[in-house]
Protein backbone atom coordinates (compact mmCIF):
# COMPACT_ATOMS: atom_id res chain seq x y z
CA UNK A 1 0.00 0.00 0.00
CA UNK A 2 1.56 2.98 -1.39
CA UNK A 3 2.25 5.49 1.80
CA UNK A 4 0.77 8.72 0.02
CA UNK A 5 -2.46 6.22 0.21
CA UNK A 6 -2.70 5.32 3.37
CA UNK A 7 -2.32 8.84 4.37
CA UNK A 8 -5.10 10.10 1.89
CA UNK A 9 -6.93 12.80 3.24
CA UNK A 10 -9.20 11.61 5.77
CA UNK A 11 -10.08 13.55 9.22
CA UNK A 12 -8.97 10.43 10.89
CA UNK A 13 -4.95 11.06 10.06
CA UNK A 14 -3.10 13.71 11.26
CA UNK A 15 -1.00 16.76 8.96
CA UNK A 16 2.23 15.28 9.02
CA UNK A 17 5.88 16.15 6.97
CA UNK A 18 7.24 12.44 7.53
CA UNK A 19 10.76 11.60 7.99
CA UNK A 20 13.46 9.38 8.01
CA UNK A 21 12.73 6.02 9.87
CA UNK A 22 12.09 5.81 13.29
CA UNK A 23 14.66 4.90 15.93
CA UNK A 24 11.77 2.55 17.91
CA UNK A 25 14.44 1.47 20.34
CA UNK A 26 15.54 4.96 22.13
CA UNK A 27 14.13 6.32 25.02
CA UNK A 28 14.12 9.65 26.80
CA UNK A 29 14.67 9.56 30.48
CA UNK A 30 11.45 10.31 30.67
CA UNK A 31 10.25 7.65 29.20
CA UNK A 32 9.06 5.70 32.59
CA UNK A 33 6.83 8.45 33.58
CA UNK A 34 3.20 9.55 32.38
CA UNK A 35 3.41 11.53 29.82
CA UNK A 36 1.48 15.42 29.93
CA UNK A 37 -0.73 17.37 27.50
CA UNK A 38 1.62 19.44 26.96
CA UNK A 39 4.26 16.47 26.12
CA UNK A 40 1.47 15.46 23.85
CA UNK A 41 0.66 18.21 21.89
CA UNK A 42 4.70 18.77 21.92
CA UNK A 43 5.01 15.49 20.28
CA UNK A 44 2.16 15.93 17.42
CA UNK A 45 4.03 19.17 16.22
CA UNK A 46 7.68 17.82 16.11
CA UNK A 47 5.81 15.08 13.93
CA UNK A 48 5.49 18.41 11.68
CA UNK A 49 9.35 18.83 11.27
CA UNK A 50 10.17 15.29 9.99
CA UNK A 51 10.51 14.69 6.68
CA UNK A 52 10.51 11.02 5.07
CA UNK A 53 8.41 8.71 5.49
CA UNK A 54 8.79 5.75 7.76
CA UNK A 55 6.81 3.29 6.96
CA UNK A 56 3.30 2.19 7.16
CA UNK A 57 3.76 0.15 9.99
CA UNK A 58 4.78 3.03 12.16
CA UNK A 59 2.12 5.68 10.63
CA UNK A 60 -0.73 3.08 11.53
CA UNK A 61 0.61 2.74 15.24
CA UNK A 62 1.15 5.94 15.42
CA UNK A 63 -2.45 6.73 14.19
CA UNK A 64 -3.76 4.19 16.14
CA UNK A 65 -1.74 5.63 19.35
CA UNK A 66 -3.66 9.08 18.81
CA UNK A 67 -7.00 7.74 18.14
CA UNK A 68 -6.61 5.61 21.49
CA UNK A 69 -5.19 8.76 23.44
CA UNK A 70 -7.73 11.20 22.22
CA UNK A 71 -10.62 8.76 22.30
CA UNK A 72 -10.15 5.66 23.86
CA UNK A 73 -10.99 2.34 22.61
CA UNK A 74 -11.54 2.08 18.85
CA UNK A 75 -15.60 3.01 18.99
CA UNK A 76 -16.15 3.22 15.22
CA UNK A 77 -17.83 1.05 13.38
CA UNK A 78 -15.47 -1.50 11.13
CA UNK A 79 -15.07 -0.17 7.53
CA UNK A 80 -15.87 -2.60 4.45
CA UNK A 81 -13.23 -5.33 2.96
CA UNK A 82 -12.37 -2.95 -0.28
CA UNK A 83 -12.22 0.15 1.65
CA UNK A 84 -8.27 -0.62 2.26
CA UNK A 85 -6.95 2.68 3.68
CA UNK A 86 -9.64 2.79 6.65
CA UNK A 87 -9.54 -0.68 7.17
CA UNK A 88 -6.18 -0.93 8.11
CA UNK A 89 -6.31 2.32 10.44
CA UNK A 90 -9.77 0.69 12.06
CA UNK A 91 -7.45 -2.73 12.41
CA UNK A 92 -4.57 -0.79 13.88
CA UNK A 93 -6.86 1.28 16.56
CA UNK A 94 -8.79 -1.62 17.36
CA UNK A 95 -5.87 -3.97 18.06
CA UNK A 96 -5.10 -1.56 21.51
CA UNK A 97 -7.83 -2.71 23.09
CA UNK A 98 -8.67 -1.45 26.55
CA UNK A 99 -4.82 0.16 26.52
CA UNK A 100 -5.64 3.34 28.82
CA UNK A 101 -5.69 6.79 27.59
CA UNK A 102 -2.56 7.81 29.55
CA UNK A 103 -0.94 4.59 28.66
CA UNK A 104 -1.37 5.49 24.40
CA UNK A 105 -0.26 9.10 25.18
CA UNK A 106 2.93 8.24 26.26
CA UNK A 107 3.42 5.24 24.20
CA UNK A 108 2.83 7.90 20.93
CA UNK A 109 5.32 10.67 22.75
CA UNK A 110 7.90 8.07 23.30
CA UNK A 111 7.69 6.60 19.80
CA UNK A 112 7.85 10.56 18.40
CA UNK A 113 10.47 10.79 20.55
CA UNK A 114 12.65 7.94 19.14
CA UNK A 115 11.97 9.54 15.39
CA UNK A 116 13.18 12.62 16.30
CA UNK A 117 16.16 11.28 18.00
CA UNK A 118 17.00 8.97 14.50
CA UNK A 119 17.04 12.15 12.63
CA UNK A 120 19.03 14.29 14.73
CA UNK A 121 21.99 15.81 13.30
CA UNK A 122 25.70 13.56 14.20
CA UNK A 123 26.67 16.38 16.34
CA UNK A 124 23.99 15.86 18.43
CA UNK A 125 24.21 12.35 19.28
CA UNK A 126 28.31 12.90 19.22
CA UNK A 127 28.53 11.80 23.15
CA UNK A 128 26.60 9.07 22.64
CA UNK A 129 28.58 7.86 19.29
CA UNK A 130 31.29 5.46 19.06
CA UNK A 131 32.65 8.11 16.65
CA UNK A 132 32.93 6.21 13.66
CA UNK A 133 31.44 7.62 10.43
CA UNK A 134 28.84 5.07 8.82
CA UNK A 135 26.46 5.15 6.18
CA UNK A 136 24.38 2.17 6.59
CA UNK A 137 24.19 1.81 10.18
CA UNK A 138 23.54 4.19 13.24
CA UNK A 139 25.71 3.31 16.44
CA UNK A 140 24.85 4.95 19.42
CA UNK A 141 26.84 3.43 22.98
CA UNK A 142 24.89 4.54 25.95
CA UNK A 143 23.86 3.33 29.29
CA UNK A 144 26.89 0.24 28.99
CA UNK A 145 25.33 -0.34 25.80
CA UNK A 146 26.43 -0.12 21.89
CA UNK A 147 23.76 -0.24 20.19
CA UNK A 148 23.92 -0.75 16.08
CA UNK A 149 20.99 -0.12 14.29
CA UNK A 150 20.47 -0.77 10.77
CA UNK A 151 20.18 1.81 8.70
CA UNK A 152 18.62 0.86 5.49
CA UNK A 153 14.52 1.38 6.00
CA UNK A 154 13.70 2.81 2.53
CA UNK A 155 15.65 -0.94 1.30
CA UNK A 156 13.74 -3.13 4.76
CA UNK A 157 17.46 -2.87 5.76
CA UNK A 158 18.69 -5.47 3.20
CA UNK A 159 22.36 -5.77 3.69
CA UNK A 160 24.66 -4.31 0.96
CA UNK A 161 28.62 -5.45 0.86
CA UNK A 162 29.31 -2.45 2.52
CA UNK A 163 26.47 -2.79 5.00
CA UNK A 164 28.72 -6.48 5.95
CA UNK A 165 31.83 -4.59 6.05
CA UNK A 166 30.18 -1.67 8.65
CA UNK A 167 28.45 -4.41 10.64
CA UNK A 168 31.73 -6.23 11.36
CA UNK A 169 33.31 -2.37 11.89
CA UNK A 170 30.86 -1.93 14.78
CA UNK A 171 30.91 -5.10 16.55
CA UNK A 172 35.07 -4.54 16.35
CA UNK A 173 34.73 -1.08 18.31
CA UNK A 174 31.95 -2.42 20.67
CA UNK A 175 34.51 -4.80 21.34
CA UNK A 176 37.07 -2.31 22.57
CA UNK A 177 35.33 0.01 24.01
CA UNK A 178 35.44 -0.15 27.81
CA UNK A 179 32.21 1.35 27.94
CA UNK A 180 30.08 -1.20 26.21
CA UNK A 181 29.24 -3.93 28.50
CA UNK A 182 26.24 -5.31 25.41
CA UNK A 183 25.86 -4.93 22.17
CA UNK A 184 22.27 -5.12 20.78
CA UNK A 185 21.46 -5.26 17.24
CA UNK A 186 18.20 -3.92 15.85
CA UNK A 187 16.53 -2.34 12.50
CA UNK A 188 15.28 1.19 11.72
CA UNK A 189 11.76 1.09 10.09
CA UNK A 190 8.87 -1.64 10.05
CA UNK A 191 11.68 -4.67 9.28
CA UNK A 192 14.82 -6.22 11.28
CA UNK A 193 16.13 -6.82 7.86
CA UNK A 194 15.07 -8.63 4.19
CA UNK A 195 18.29 -10.35 3.71
CA UNK A 196 20.81 -10.13 1.14
CA UNK A 197 20.69 -7.34 -1.21
CA UNK A 198 20.15 -9.29 -4.28
CA UNK A 199 22.01 -5.68 -6.22
CA UNK A 200 25.37 -7.69 -4.82
CA UNK A 201 24.74 -9.97 -7.47
CA UNK A 202 24.67 -7.31 -10.45
CA UNK A 203 27.67 -6.03 -9.53
CA UNK A 204 30.02 -8.24 -11.53
CA UNK A 205 33.57 -7.30 -11.91
CA UNK A 206 36.01 -7.33 -14.90
CA UNK A 207 37.29 -10.72 -14.05
CA UNK A 208 33.92 -12.18 -14.45
CA UNK A 209 31.43 -13.68 -11.90
CA UNK A 210 33.97 -16.01 -10.38
CA UNK A 211 36.08 -12.82 -8.91
CA UNK A 212 32.55 -11.82 -7.61
CA UNK A 213 31.48 -15.19 -6.30
CA UNK A 214 34.67 -15.56 -4.86
CA UNK A 215 35.17 -11.99 -2.99
CA UNK A 216 31.63 -12.42 -1.65
CA UNK A 217 32.25 -15.70 0.41
CA UNK A 218 35.10 -14.04 1.72
CA UNK A 219 32.98 -10.98 3.27
CA UNK A 220 30.58 -13.39 4.37
CA UNK A 221 32.97 -15.36 5.90
CA UNK A 222 34.37 -12.78 7.61
CA UNK A 223 31.25 -11.00 8.53
CA UNK A 224 30.15 -14.40 10.52
CA UNK A 225 33.35 -14.78 11.90
CA UNK A 226 32.80 -11.48 14.43
CA UNK A 227 29.41 -12.99 15.24
CA UNK A 228 31.68 -16.07 16.20
CA UNK A 229 34.46 -14.87 17.98
CA UNK A 230 32.39 -11.77 19.57
CA UNK A 231 33.49 -11.63 23.37
CA UNK A 232 30.62 -9.96 25.30
CA UNK A 233 27.08 -10.83 25.58
CA UNK A 234 25.51 -10.03 21.90
CA UNK A 235 21.40 -9.75 21.43
CA UNK A 236 19.36 -9.28 18.96
CA UNK A 237 16.10 -7.40 18.96
CA UNK A 238 13.77 -8.27 16.15
CA UNK A 239 11.31 -5.25 15.49
CA UNK A 240 10.02 -6.77 12.46
CA UNK A 241 10.01 -9.34 9.46
CA UNK A 242 13.72 -10.72 8.98
CA UNK A 243 14.79 -12.83 6.16
CA UNK A 244 17.82 -14.98 5.04
CA UNK A 245 21.32 -14.25 6.70
CA UNK A 246 19.56 -11.85 9.68
CA UNK A 247 17.77 -15.41 10.60
CA UNK A 248 20.27 -17.39 10.20
CA UNK A 249 23.11 -15.55 12.44
CA UNK A 250 20.65 -15.93 15.48
CA UNK A 251 21.79 -19.05 17.05
CA UNK A 252 25.17 -16.93 17.38
CA UNK A 253 23.69 -14.44 19.82
CA UNK A 254 23.16 -14.66 23.74
CA UNK A 255 19.29 -13.32 23.37
CA UNK A 256 16.96 -12.78 20.83
CA UNK A 257 14.43 -10.46 22.03
CA UNK A 258 11.30 -10.26 19.23
CA UNK A 259 7.93 -8.50 18.88
CA UNK A 260 5.31 -10.43 18.11
CA UNK A 261 4.62 -9.05 14.66
CA UNK A 262 8.43 -10.62 13.15
CA UNK A 263 8.70 -12.85 11.16
CA UNK A 264 11.66 -15.36 10.64
CA UNK A 265 12.18 -16.87 6.79
CA UNK A 266 15.23 -18.35 4.95
CA UNK A 267 14.06 -18.47 1.83
CA UNK A 268 17.40 -20.34 0.25
CA UNK A 269 15.97 -23.10 -2.07
CA UNK A 270 13.88 -20.66 -3.34
CA UNK A 271 16.78 -18.47 -4.77
CA UNK A 272 19.23 -21.01 -5.51
CA UNK A 273 21.15 -21.02 -2.66
CA UNK A 274 21.81 -22.65 0.52
CA UNK A 275 22.20 -21.94 4.27
CA UNK A 276 25.14 -19.75 5.95
CA UNK A 277 25.91 -17.88 9.15
CA UNK A 278 26.66 -21.48 11.13
CA UNK A 279 22.88 -22.43 10.70
CA UNK A 280 23.36 -25.48 9.50
CA UNK A 281 24.92 -26.32 12.50
CA UNK A 282 23.44 -24.14 14.84
CA UNK A 283 19.26 -24.31 13.90
CA UNK A 284 19.29 -28.70 14.37
CA UNK A 285 20.82 -28.38 17.59
CA UNK A 286 18.47 -25.52 18.50
CA UNK A 287 15.16 -26.75 16.78
CA UNK A 288 15.88 -30.27 15.91
CA UNK A 289 16.91 -31.99 12.85
CA UNK A 290 13.34 -32.34 11.53
CA UNK A 291 12.24 -28.85 12.33
CA UNK A 292 15.78 -27.21 10.79
CA UNK A 293 14.78 -28.81 7.62
CA UNK A 294 11.74 -27.64 7.13
CA UNK A 295 12.95 -24.15 7.25
CA UNK A 296 16.50 -24.31 5.81
CA UNK A 297 15.50 -26.29 3.11
CA UNK A 298 11.72 -26.17 2.63
CA UNK A 299 11.74 -22.67 2.86
CA UNK A 300 9.05 -22.56 6.12
CA UNK A 301 8.26 -19.14 7.62
CA UNK A 302 8.05 -19.03 11.11
CA UNK A 303 5.92 -16.33 13.47
CA UNK A 304 7.56 -15.09 16.12
CA UNK A 305 5.79 -17.31 18.73
CA UNK A 306 7.04 -20.37 16.27
CA UNK A 307 10.30 -18.95 16.34
CA UNK A 308 10.33 -19.04 20.49
CA UNK A 309 8.63 -22.20 20.72
CA UNK A 310 11.48 -23.75 18.72
CA UNK A 311 14.16 -21.98 20.21
CA UNK A 312 15.99 -19.54 18.22
CA UNK A 313 13.77 -16.90 20.34
CA UNK A 314 14.29 -16.00 23.49
CA UNK A 315 11.47 -14.23 24.34
CA UNK A 316 8.38 -12.47 22.29
CA UNK A 317 6.58 -9.52 23.55
CA UNK A 318 3.46 -7.64 22.19
CA UNK A 319 3.93 -5.00 19.09
CA UNK A 320 2.71 -2.15 21.62
CA UNK A 321 5.26 -2.25 24.28
CA UNK A 322 7.97 -4.32 22.43
CA UNK A 323 10.38 -1.22 22.66
CA UNK A 324 9.42 -0.14 26.32
CA UNK A 325 10.20 -3.76 27.61
CA UNK A 326 12.95 -4.54 25.96
CA UNK A 327 15.11 -1.43 26.46
CA UNK A 328 14.45 -1.13 30.25
CA UNK A 329 15.50 -5.03 30.28
CA UNK A 330 18.52 -3.82 28.63
CA UNK A 331 19.01 -1.07 30.46
CA UNK A 332 19.36 -3.50 33.67
CA UNK A 333 21.84 -5.53 32.00
CA UNK A 334 23.91 -2.85 30.94
CA UNK A 335 24.14 -2.27 34.94
CA UNK A 336 25.93 -5.56 35.32
CA UNK A 337 29.87 -6.19 36.04
CA UNK A 338 31.48 -6.30 32.40
CA UNK A 339 34.15 -8.93 32.51
CA UNK A 340 31.37 -11.29 35.34
CA UNK A 341 29.53 -10.98 32.04
CA UNK A 342 32.60 -11.65 29.28
CA UNK A 343 34.43 -14.44 31.25
CA UNK A 344 31.11 -16.62 31.88
CA UNK A 345 30.11 -16.03 27.72
CA UNK A 346 33.55 -17.86 27.44
CA UNK A 347 32.54 -20.46 29.25
CA UNK A 348 29.62 -21.06 27.64
CA UNK A 349 30.78 -19.77 23.86
CA UNK A 350 34.58 -20.95 23.68
CA UNK A 351 33.94 -24.72 23.54
CA UNK A 352 31.91 -24.59 20.34
CA UNK A 353 34.11 -21.84 18.59
CA UNK A 354 36.49 -24.24 16.51
CA UNK A 355 33.18 -26.22 15.43
CA UNK A 356 31.18 -22.93 14.51
CA UNK A 357 34.52 -21.47 12.20
CA UNK A 358 34.74 -24.71 10.15
CA UNK A 359 31.31 -24.70 9.12
CA UNK A 360 31.42 -21.20 8.81
CA UNK A 361 34.16 -21.94 5.77
CA UNK A 362 32.10 -25.33 4.65
CA UNK A 363 29.00 -22.88 4.45
CA UNK A 364 30.71 -20.26 2.09
CA UNK A 365 32.71 -22.56 0.31
CA UNK A 366 29.49 -24.18 -0.73
CA UNK A 367 27.57 -20.91 -1.40
CA UNK A 368 30.40 -19.66 -4.02
CA UNK A 369 29.39 -23.50 -5.73
CA UNK A 370 25.86 -22.06 -5.48
CA UNK A 371 26.51 -18.87 -6.59
CA UNK A 372 27.85 -20.20 -10.04
CA UNK A 373 25.25 -22.65 -10.61
CA UNK A 374 22.40 -22.11 -13.41
CA UNK A 375 19.96 -22.87 -11.00
CA UNK A 376 20.48 -19.72 -8.45
CA UNK A 377 21.80 -17.18 -11.23
CA UNK A 378 18.15 -18.30 -13.21
CA UNK A 379 16.63 -18.01 -9.70
CA UNK A 380 17.93 -14.34 -9.22
CA UNK A 381 17.42 -13.46 -12.86
CA UNK A 382 13.05 -14.34 -12.19
CA UNK A 383 13.46 -11.71 -8.72
CA UNK A 384 14.52 -9.37 -10.56
CA UNK A 385 12.03 -9.86 -13.74
CA UNK A 386 9.30 -10.04 -11.20
CA UNK A 387 10.16 -7.00 -9.43
CA UNK A 388 10.15 -5.28 -12.91
CA UNK A 389 7.14 -6.42 -13.45
CA UNK A 390 5.76 -4.66 -10.15
Not at 69 to 89: H, R
Not at 152 to 160: D, H, L, V
Amino acid sequence: MAASRLLGHSSLWLPIRWSRVAALGLHTAGGRMQASQQDFEKAQNDLKTLKKDPGNDVKLKLYALFKQATQGSCNAPKPGMLDFVNKAKWDAWNSLGSLSKDEAKKSYVELVNGLILSEAPAKDTASLSTGQKYDTLQVITEDNITKIFLNRPEKKNAITLQMYKEIGLALDEAAKDDNTVITVLTGHGDYFCSGNDLNNFTNIPPEGKEKMASDSAVILEAFVSKFIDFPKPLIAVINGPAVGISVTILGLFDIVYATDRATFHTPFSQLGQSPEGCSSYTFPRVMGLSKAVEVLLFNKLLTAHEACKLGLVTEVFPDATFQKEVWGRLRSYGELPKNSLVFSKQLIRDTEKEKLHAVNVQECERLKERWLSDDCMNAIISFFQKKAKL
